[in-house]
């Protein structure tokens, strides 16, 4: 487990950090000198039994145990240090790696899985992991080496002593297995019923407003009751079961030195050894058998690490998108959907089923069609954060897949419902989509987006901070925020998820203006929830149900679309 | 509520916590015990020749004394849990409890992801306290002097080289303390913000794809994370080297109290046995104090959980009113404002907002986005708290309504929709447990939600949550419109409760809510100003003042900002958007 705790550093970082090495290097040096005095204690005893000491020696003794503890603690300055350094590097490392990771992976993967139990192994697993790192490797390699090396000592002193005094530790270790046994069965259980209560929890908390107002509150805290008590009884369950087996480790560790003493006088008869052997034996073995404890409990929480470790692995595990080997490039921007299925991972219905259709380049197409008919997700199909199920989309005739991710953004933007704004300054979030674009070309986007004018009025200006999800922007704000990213990036194909949120007519028409330059010259797919605003589009798709039920421009559909013509007519109406 | 401190979760549960820290120092005393057995048959073996079964005797007195150390230190260990989760899961329920007493405009600005790391991790943080540190800080404070006391009674001089090193050890703690709780501070803050952008980047991933950005060149993602490696980098230098130095210094003693044994006992002052029982004993007699620094290191670590918690424990009192009873459940109430102000961070949000909505009638609440309407459906639903005036209900101040006799009367539809996990049928039954199957459908049928419950495989025991069906943002809107009506509220608050809906249900809708014939008050914003054309009183809210009141035809004549407001509307854009007339898309 340690080994495999060791190699897990490499696995995660792809790399091992020298001063990790070098840190472990020391150490070992650091545990020789923690070690070395017991040697000097041994002769000192031993003199002062035989009643051979003289004073020449004490002072000998003392200046050498004083250069040895100087010896110590210039080995503990080099090697803490650098394990410290090299743990926290190469954990930061993994981190970024993982992130990485995460963005290769299908956004299926991602969406279908617990939200807060992707960002615990994020963060809270690999802190475990790194805590571990920094801060127990010095304990595993002091607290073992030291006993270790005395053993060794007291073995090519006396070895039938020294083998009595090792008895109890196979014992211990039979405790200290089942104990670890016992906590982790205990730990999984408790690990269930956490994610139970955190989840119930967190309900609770987000729906407590909506719960007074409905005067339920009363009922949940019954049910959140019992699931604290339910926490509870998990919680010491884990602390308490295994309590007497690792009571029974720290007694067997600390009892080798009594039967070395019961069984070693018996040898005493034979002349096989010598009183004061025994009793340097003893007083040599029992403070240093004692620090196993320490090392016992080390390995108890290892298990814990093991255990992240084990969930950022399944994490890394995950397959990335198939990328291909040589990406091929579209030299012209229709869109074509071939026979197209996609279904959720966790969904037995199609979201979309047996899509076909081509939409020419430089044309501005429009989905309509009540919520719920799958127009979000055939966006999303075509930014490929999803792979179809079935079926083939080309852009230029070239399969997505071939185009491979890391290629598609130059041909690809999409502007988000949500607009996806990040905390940083109003220009990072800018040039997100063109990293290297110049301060004028940047101020002149947001004008023709319509957002120079209000991010002029900012006491920062471009440099504003935006906070969380830019919640310090009006939705109308965000929404030419994200316009002007995309115009910046400037792609030839254009998705637009037009936002739905409550805007008033006058910031509408700004956003409008916002779009309208946003969507010249470029092959442009819109959600649209006015039809008013499209009906000049080259092609509008009607959807329902996840099947595309009629496609055609404006007056054609009029005619032939039941659909359209009932969703046109209640529009005009209102 | 009284101050809420350290003591208050020790009175949580006394005996336990109590008796773990007594069995605690027991145990500490009792590792002492083996030593004092070795001592003795030390001198035993240094006889000429040794009793061996006397010796025998000691070595099964150590054996008992090894155990009977155990045995304590497990029933320390035990006592000490069963209290600290005893006392853990008593301060979630008070913490729960004093956020459902809290004023509902306290916690609106509270985010639940951060009330529930309160709540579980802050308060889980207390088990290591409670459990480890407590028991553990009382044997560091009894054992080590006991040990001392003992050692001087065997050698006083001895026993005084065996302290030497301590003071020098707490010097160099206090250096490194000093400065520490910035740093800790400091660190705290980072581990907080780099959480905060990781959680952002999966948020965030649609984006970071779509825009060929990764991991590294994501925001400050890989900022983040490497200024923890700086910072370990900077400061783990000073830091680890004085806790190396102080775990040193207090396992150094030997390197005094050796010589000086050999030496005394050269001199005749004190016997072999005696030199032997300073060498086992003086080593040990510091190192519970190790133990004692770590944990206070993780005190000052737990210090930003304790003051979260008694931030959420401390700040809920209510003022308990002698309330008269309250008007009758079932007529429609009237709503009346007078005077009403509102100002967040000194900006006022509203300014001098008077008006009445009509028992029975409905009111609508337009204006351009930022014109304060969301922030008025807050103030009446007591989800913000008005600075001044007055906000009245049947003709009583909301302040003077039991909290829970008003929520009952109030049927609220935010704009932000919350379901809770269960079935749509759990969900609408939340608002009336009593409801039959009728009243139920009849409720989602006004709320257009009936047609599209139907047609989910399920139909009303379809699941929601994480998992379960994906609604629309519209249906989920529909679904908390049904939630609200069932309740056959007095006052209906809607918060462009039609915002996500297709015109077709928006128009339903309304004509549901405007012709139903129980006719209870409801108050409205809306951003469609055909809507508002159907209610009966509308109010036009500009910067957080009323600038008109009336019937739609009224304003259209007399309201500049009304006007305004219809003719962005009536043109309703197409593109390219019409522009005026000379002027080309600056563009390109």
Redesign the interface.
């Known amino acids: 487990m340690l080994l495999n705790f060791l190699r897990s550093g490499k696995e995660l970082a792809g790399y091992t950090d020298p001063r990790l090495r070098r840190g472990l290097a020391w150490s070992v040096a650091e545990a020789i000198f923690a070690f070395l005095?017991y040697p000097?204690?041994y002769i000192?005893?031993d003199?002062?039994?035989t009643g051979t000491?003289?004073?020449d020696?004490?002072?000998a003794?003392?200046i050498a145990?004083?250069l040895v503890?100087i010896a110590?603690?210039f080995c503990?300055?080099i090697a803490?240090?650098a394990l410290?350094?090299g743990a926290?590097?190469m954990m930061?490392q993994a981190?970024?790696?993982i992130?990485?990771h995460?963005?290769e992976v299908p956004?299926g993967w991602?969406s279908s899985q617990?939200?807060g139990a992707?960002?615990a192994t994020?963060?809270r697993d690999l802190?475990i992991i790194e805590e571990l790192w920094?801060h127990s490797l010095g304990v595993f390699c002091g607290g073992l080496l030291v006993p270790a090396l005395l053993s060794v000592f007291l073995l090519w002193m006396d070895w039938q002593l020294g083998l009595l005094m090792l008895t109890s530790l196979p014992i211990a270790l039979a405790f200290l297995i089942g104990g670890q046994w016992v906590l982790m069965r205990q730990s999984d259980k408790l690990a269930n019923v956490s994610t139970a209560?955190?989840?119930e929890?967190?309900?609770?908390?987000?729906?407590?407003?909506?719960?007074?107002?409905?005067?339920?509150?009363e009922a949940y805290?019954v049910r959140?009751?019992h699931q604290?008590?339910r926490?509870?009884s998990a919680?010491?369950r884990l602390?308490?079961w295994p309590?007497?087996l690792?009571?029974?480790f720290?007694?067997a560790v600390?009892?080798g030195?009594?039967i070395a003493?019961?069984l070693g006088?018996q040898l005493?008869s034979t002349g096989q050894t010598t009183?004061?052997n025994?009793?340097l034996f003893?007083?040599l073995a029992?403070?240093v058998y004692r620090q196993l404890y320490e090392v016992g409990l080390a390995f108890l929480l290892l298990r814990f690490a093991d255990q992240a470790l084990q969930r950022t692995r399944a994490l890394l595990a995950v397959r990335p998108m198939a990328q291909p080997a040589t990406p091929q490039q579209p030299g012209h921007y229709d869109i074509t959907f071939d026979a197209v299925k996609f279904c959720?991972p966790?969904?037995s219905?199609p979201t979309l089923q047996g899509l076909s259709f081509t939409l020419e380049s430089d044309s501005?197409n429009a989905l309509v069609g009540?919520?719920?008919a799958g127009k979000t997700t055939l966006l999303?199909l075509i930014?490929?954060?999803w792979d179809v199920s079935e079926g083939s989309i080309r852009i230029g005739g070239v399969d997505l897949r071939d185009i491979g991710?890391?290629h598609?953004?130059?041909y690809?933007?999409?502007v988000?419902q949500d607009a996806?704004?990040?905390?940083?300054s109003i220009l990072?979030n800018l040039r997100?989509?063109a990293?290297n674009a110049r301060r004028e070309d940047i101020e002149q986007v947001a004008?023709?987006a319509q957002a120079h004018e209000f991010i002029s009025r900012l006491p920062l200006q471009y440099d504003t901070l935006l906070e969380?999800?830019g919640s310090n922007l009006?939705?109308?704000e965000r929404q030419r925020l994200s316009i002007a990213?995309a115009l910046l990036?400037d792609a030839p194909i254009i998705?637009l998820d037009e936002a739905?949120?409550?805007?008033?007519?006058?910031?509408?028409?700004s956003i409008?203006?916002a779009?309208?330059?946003l969507?010249?010259g470029r092959t442009v797919i819109i959600i649209a929830?006015?039809l008013?605003?499209?009906?000049?589009?080259d092609r509008i798709l009607v959807m329902a149900e996840g099947e595309l039920v009629a496609q055609g421009d404006h007056a054609w559909l009029l005619g032939h679309s039941p659909l359209y013509a009932h969703?046109w007519a209640?529009?005009r109406?209102? | 509520m009284k101050k809420w401190g350290l003591l208050s979760l020790l009175a949580m549960a006394p005996f336990s916590l109590g008796s773990a820290s007594l069995f605690a120092v027991l145990s500490g005393l009792a590792s002492l015990l083996p030593f004092y057995c070795l001592y003795r048959i030390a001198e035993l073996l240094s006889a000429a020749t040794p009793d061996l079964d006397a010796v025998q005797d000691w070595v099964l007195y150590a054996i008992f004394a090894v155990l009977l150390r155990w045995t304590l230190m497990s029933i320390s260990h035990c006592l000490a849990h069963l209290g600290a989760f005893d006392v853990i899961c008593r301060l979630r329920l008070r913490l729960l409890d004093a956020l459902a007493n809290a004023p509902l405009s306290r916690n609106s600005g509270r985010n639940s992801a951060d009330l529930r790391k309160v709540v579980m991790d802050d308060v889980g943080s207390l088990e290591g306290m409670l459990a480890h540190t407590l028991p553990d800080a009382a044997a560091a404070i009894f054992v080590p002097l006991f040990t001392f006391t003992y050692l001087l009674s065997a050698n006083w001089l001895l026993a005084l080289a065996a302290l030497a090193p301590l003071p020098i050890a707490v010097v160099i703690q206090i250096l490194m303390l000093r400065g520490g709780r910035a740093q800790i501070n400091d660190w705290n803050a980072m581990q907080t913000r780099m959480s905060t952008r990781l959680l952002e980047y999966l948020r965030v991933m649609p984006m970071i794809r779509s825009f060929g950005l990764d991991a590294r060149s994501f925001g400050q993602l890989a900022d983040t994370v490497n200024a923890i490696v700086t910072w370990v980098d900077r400061h783990s230098g000073r830091m680890s080297i004085g806790w190396a130095w102080f775990v040193v210094l207090l396992s150094a003693n030997l390197i005094l109290v050796a010589p000086l044994g050999a030496w005394l006992h050269a001199r005749g002052e004190v016997s072999a046995s005696t030199v032997v029982l300073f060498l086992l004993i003086a080593p040990l007699m510091l190192q519970p104090l190790m133990r004692l620094t770590f944990a206070l290191g993780e005190q000052q670590r737990r210090n930003a959980a304790l003051a979260r918690i008694s931030a959420l424990l401390e700040n809920t009192d209510m003022a308990v009113a002698e309330y008269a009873p309250p008007p009758p459940l079932d007529s429609p109430h009237t709503l009346e404002l007078r005077n009403v102000y509102f100002t967040r961070d000194a900006r006022t949000v509203l300014d001098n907002v008077t008006f009445t909505a009509v028992a029975g009638q409905t009111t609508a609440i337009v204006g351009a986005s930022g014109a304060g309407k969301t922030t008025l459906l807050r103030l009446i639903a007591c989800l913000d708290e008005i600075s001044d005036g007055d906000i009245l209900l049947a003709g009583r101040e909301l302040r003077d309504w039991p909290l829970s006799t008003l929520l009952e009367r109030l049927g609220v539809v935010p704009q932000e929709v919350f379901l809770f996990r269960g079935s749509i049928r759990d969900n609408l039954l939340l608002a009336c447990p009593s409801a039959t199957e009728d009243q139920l459908c009849e409720a989602a049928k006004l709320a257009q939600a009936h047609a599209f419950i139907e047609r989910l495989p399920e139909g009303y025991d379809t699941l929601l949550g994480e998992r379960g069906a994906q609604l629309s943002g519209g249906e989920r809107q529909r679904l908390t419109l049904a939630r609200a009506i069932l309740r056959k509220p007095c006052l209906l608050l809607l918060d462009e409760a039609t915002a996500h809906a297709d015109n077709d249900n928006a128009n339903l809708i309304h004509q549901a809510l405007l012709g139903s014939e129980d006719g209870c008050t409801v108050v409205m914003t809306t951003h469609r100003l055909r809507t508002a054309q159907q209610a009966d009183h509308i109010i036009v809210l500009d910067a957080g003042c009323v600038v008109g009141q009336g019937h739609h035809d009224h304003l259209l004549a007399e309201c500049h900002v009304y006007q305004k407001l219809w003719q962005d509307q009536q043109s309703t854009m197409s593109w390219p958007p019409p522009l005026p007339d000379g002027e080309s898309p600056q563009c390109s």
């Open positions: 005095p000097l204690i000192m005893i003199r002062l039994l000491l003289i004073l020696e004490v002072v003794l003392g145990l004083f503890l110590r603690l503990a300055h803490t240090p410290f350094r926290y590097a930061g981190r970024l790696r992130a990485a995460l963005r956004l991602l617990h939200s992707l960002s994020l963060t802190q920094s209560v955190n989840t929890l967190l309900e609770y908390l987000q729906g407590m407003t909506v719960l007074r107002s409905l005067g339920q509150q805290r959140l009751f604290f008590s926490l509870r919680a010491i602390d308490v309590a007497p690792v009571g029974g720290g007694f600390e009892i030195f009594a003493i019961g006088v005493l009183s004061n025994i009793l003893a007083i029992l403070p959720y966790d969904s219905t501005l009540p919520s719920g999303q930014a490929r954060l991710s890391q598609l953004p130059r690809v933007s999409m988000f996806q704004l990040f905390s940083g990072e997100a989509g990293p004008r023709q969380e999800n009006s939705g109308g990213r990036k998705l739905t949120a409550s805007i008033d007519a006058t910031t509408e028409r409008h203006q779009l309208s330059c969507i010249q929830h006015k008013n605003g499209i009906r000049h589009a969703l209640q529009e109406q209102d």
